[in-house]
C-alpha cells in the first residue's frame, strides 16, 4: 500500500498550526523585567528563583507588609507567575515572629519546596531556626518543619531534591540542606561562631540525618551552596554523592576562605575519596556562595563554585571568584578573579550550568552584583559566563538595573531536552531593586525578576559590560572537618495571607499581556511602572505533568465579567474537552477531567472578551 503522503501533509500542517497557536502566545513573553512588592514596605532582601516546568516562575523571599496593611517585621513572601512574569498568586506566611524565605525548588511532584530561617517560631524553640515549607502549587501549605536546638541559631541557605538515595533510609524526593548552625562540639556555647549545616528530609520534611561541620568551636565555618552529584563514573564518584560551599576562618590562608565539603548523601559522613574537604584563599577573605557539578562539559563530574574574594592585588573591594576542581575538592583545576579590578564592588552569588545549543555546552552562567568600571553606580545586577575548564570569561556580560542598588541573588536556566521550548531558552534572575526610577522614591525595596535571552538581553535596563580577569592562584588547604548530629526538629504552626502586587517595567510584545500594558504598549525601552493587580491572559495548570486519569486544574484570570471558553485538543488539533463560562471574573478555577486520554501533548486555549491564552500540558503514565 503506498503512504497516504497528503494525509501525513494535513497531520503535519494541523501539529504545526497547534504549536504557532501555543508559541505565539509564549514566544512574545520571554523577555520581561517586573518588580514585586508592597508600595512602601521592603521584599525579597534576597531571593531564590526557578522555572517551573509549566513554563512559569516562582520565586521567595521575604517582605515586612502586614496582614492590617503597614509595615512590620518581615515574613516569608512567595511569588508565583505566568511564563510571561505575570503574577498568578503571591502569599506571606508566618511561622514565627520573623522569618526569611531563601531558596526554592520545584518538586518531581509539582509542589514547592522552601528553605530558610525563623525567630521563636510559634510552638517550637526559642531563638532562630532553620525551616522547610512545602506548598502545593496553588500555594496551599503541605507541611512545614523547624530544624535546631533551643536558643543556638540555625539558618537554611539553600536546598535541593534529591534524585538518588539507599533505597532503604534515604530515596529520590528526599530534600538536603546546607547553612549554618551555631551549635557546637555537642553542646550550645552561647557564642555568635558557627559551623557549617547540613540535613536531609523525606518529601514530608521528616528528619532523616543532619550533622555540623567545623573546627575549634571559637572559630567560625559557614555553608551557602549545595548540589547533588549526578555523575556516577566509578573513576571519579559516586551519584548521590553531596557538595556544598561557603566559607571558613578555621583553615586557610588569610581571613576567611571559600570552604567546598563533598559528603556522603545516605549519612552526610565524608568517606572514601572523592568525598573530602578543602579550603582555598587568598591573603583576604573569600567565599563560596553556589556550586554545581558540571554534567555536560568535557569534564563531567567536575565542580565549579562562584563567590566573593577581596583578595585579588590591589583591590581595596571584592571581585567575583570562580573555582573549579575535580569531583574531589581537593584537586583543583582552574581559579579566577573576575570584575573591573578596582575599587568597585563585585561578586559572585548563583551559578547554573549553560547548556544551550548557542553556547558552548557546559560552560556556566553567573550572576550577583557590579559596579562595573564606575559607570554602574551603585550596584547593579548581573549575568556572565565562564568557560568550563579554564574559569576565563566568555564574550561581554550584562548589568541590569536602576539608579539604586540592584543585586541579583539567584539564577535559573531552562533547557529543551528537559522540559523547555526552543523558544522559551535564556535565563531567569531574582534578587531585589533598591533603585527609585524602577519602584518609585517612597518604596525602600522590592523583589526584582529578570527574564533575558541566551544573548543576556531582557529588552530595556540593561548595560553591556566588560569584566576582565586573572588567575587567583589561591592557596589550597584539604583538613577535614569535625562533624557531629544534631537530629532535632520540630513542627510549628503556619499562617498566611494572600498579596497582589505585581508591576512590570518593560515589555516587548502586547499580545503577551493582554490589556495590562503600560504607557508605550509594544515599544521596546523603560515604560512608566503600572501596578497590573489582574493580568488576564495568565494560565496555570496544574499536576504539569500529570498522569493519565488524575483531573487537570487550570487557574487563569479575568479582568472584568465575561463569557469564557475552554478547548484542550491534542497535538494534532482533535476536540477532547471543551466548555463555556458564561460570566466569569477574577481568579477562576476550572477542573478538567482527563479520564480515557492517552499519554502525550495537549494544547488548553482560553478565550476571553478581549483577549485568549494557550499553554501545553503533558499526560504521563
Known amino acids: 500500500m503506498k503512504p497516504n503522503h497528503s494525509k501525513r501533509t494535513f497531520r503535519l500542517l494541523a501539529a504545526m498550526l497547534v504549536l504557532m497557536l501555543v508559541g505565539s502566545g509564549e514566544i512574545l513573553a520571554q523577555r520581561f523585567q517586573w518588580v514585586y ?119 537554611a541557605w539553600n536546598l535541593v531534591e534529591a534524585k538518588s538515595g539507599d533505597g532503604i533510609t534515604t530515596n529520590p524526593g528526599d530534600l538536603i540542606v546546607a547553612g549554618s548552625t551555631t551549635f557546637q562540639a555537642g553542646i550550645n556555647l552561647g557564642i555568635p561562631a558557627r559551623d557549617g549545616y547540613i540535613f536531609r528530609t523525606t518529601a514530608n520534611l521528616a528528619l532523616i540525618w543532619d550533622r555540623h561541620y567545623g573546627g575549634p568551636a571559637s572559630r567560625d565555618d559557614y555553608l551557602y551552596g549545595i548540589y547533588e552529584c549526578r555523575v556516577g563514573v566509578p573513576a571519579i564518584g559516586v551519584a548521590g554523592d553531596v557538595v556544598v560551599t561557603g566559607g571558613t576562618n578555621t583553615w586557610g590562608a588569610g581571613g ?105 555546552c557546559g560552560d556556566v552562567i553567573v550572576t550577583g552584583f557590579t559596579d562595573w568600571g564606575g559607570f554602574i553606580n551603585p550596584p547593579n545586577v548581573f549575568l556572565q559566563r565562564f568557560a568550563a575548564g579554564t574559569m576565563n570569561i566568555l564574550g561581554g556580560g550584562m548589568a541590569y538595573g536602576g539608579s539604586g542598588v540592584d543585586w541579583g541573588w539567584s539564577v535559573d536556566n531552562c533547557r529543551r531536552d528537559l522540559f523547555c521550548n526552543n523558544e522559551t531558552e535564556g535565563y531567569i534572575v531574582a534578587g531585589f531593586t533598591q533603585s527609585p526610577d524602577l519602584i518609585g522614591a517612597a518604596d525602600p525595596q522590592q523583589l526584582y525578576m529578570i527574564k533575558t535571552d541566551v544573548a543576556l538581553q531582557s529588552g530595556c535596563n540593561e548595560t553591556p559590560i566588560v569584566f576582565n580577569h586573572q588567575p587567583a592562584n589561591f592557596i589550597r588547604q584539604c583538613p577535614l572537618p569535625v562533624n557531629q ?96 463560562e458564561p460570566n466569569a471574573v477574577g481568579t477562576v478555577l476550572q477542573v478538567v477531567p482527563t479520564k480515557g486520554w492517552p499519554k502525550g501533548t495537549y494544547v488548553v486555549r482560553i478565550d476571553m472578551a478581549e483577549t485568549s491564552s494557550t499553554t501545553k500540558v503533558e499526560l504521563t503514565d
Open 37 to 155: 512588592g508592597s508600595p512602601n514596605c521592603v521584599e525579597a532582601g534576597r531571593a531564590g528563583v526557578t522555572q517551573l516546568r509549566n513554563g512559569g516562575y516562582v520565586s521567595v523571599g521575604e517582605s515586612n507588609w502586614t496582614a492590617a496593611g503597614g509595615c512590620g517585621p518581615t515574613h516569608i513572601y512567595v511569588i508565583y507567575t505566568a511564563p510571561n512574569g505575570a503574577l498568578v498568586w503571591s502569599n506571606i506566611y508566618t511561622i514565627g515572629t520573623s522569618d526569611s524565605a531563601l531558596d526554592v525548588v520545584e518538586c518531581c511532584n509539582g509542589d514547592l519546596a522552601i528553605c530558610g530561617v525563623t525567630t521563636n517560631a510559634m510552638g517550637c524553640n526559642p531563638g532562630r531556626d532553620a525551616f522547610l515549607l512545602r506548598l502545593n502549587n496553588a500555594g496551599g501549605v503541605v507541611a512545614v518543619h523547624t530544624y535546631g536546638t533551643p536558643n543556638s541559631d540555625e539558618i
Open 256 to 360: 576567611y576562605d571559600i570552604w567546598m565539603l563533598r559528603v556522603n548523601g545516605n549519612n552526610g559522613t565524608i568517606g572514601a575519596l572523592p568525598q573530602n574537604a578543602a579550603t582555598y584563599g587568598g591573603p583576604r577573605d573569600d567565599e563560596g556562595r553556589a556550586i554545581i557539578e558540571l554534567r555536560f562539559a568535557t569534564n563531567p563530574g567536575d565542580l565549579v563554585v562562584t563567590g566573593i574574594s577581596f583578595s585579588r592585588p590591589g583591590n581595596i573591594n571584592s571581585e567575583v571568584a570562580m573555582l573549579q576542581t575535580t569531583p574531589n575538592p581537593c584537586v583543583p583545576v582552574a581559579d579566577h578573579y573576575a570584575g573591573d579590578n578596582d575599587p568597585h564592588p563585585d561578586g559572585g552569588m548563583d551559578l547554573k550550568e549553560d547548556a544551550f545549543p548557542t553556547t558552548p
Open 485 to 580: 548530629p544534631i537530629m532535632m526538629n520540630c513542627i510549628p504552626n503556619i499562617t498566611q495571607f494572600p498579596v497582589q502586587w505585581a508591576t512590570q517595567l518593560c515589555y516587548l510584545f502586547p499580545l503577551a499581556h493582554g490589556n495590562g500594558g503600560g504607557e508605550g504598549d509594544g515599544i521596546s525601552g523603560i515604560k512608566a511602572p503600572v501596578t497590573i493587580p489582574v493580568v488576564e491572559g495568565a494560565i496555570t495548570s496544574y499536576p504539569n505533568p500529570l498522569t493519565v486519569g488524575t483531573p487537570l486544574n487550570l487557574r487563569f484570570a479575568v479582568a472584568k465579567p465575561a463569557q469564557i471558553g475552554i478547548t484542550v485538543t491534542d497535538i494534532v488539533g482533535h476536540v477532547v474537552y471543551q466548555t463555556t
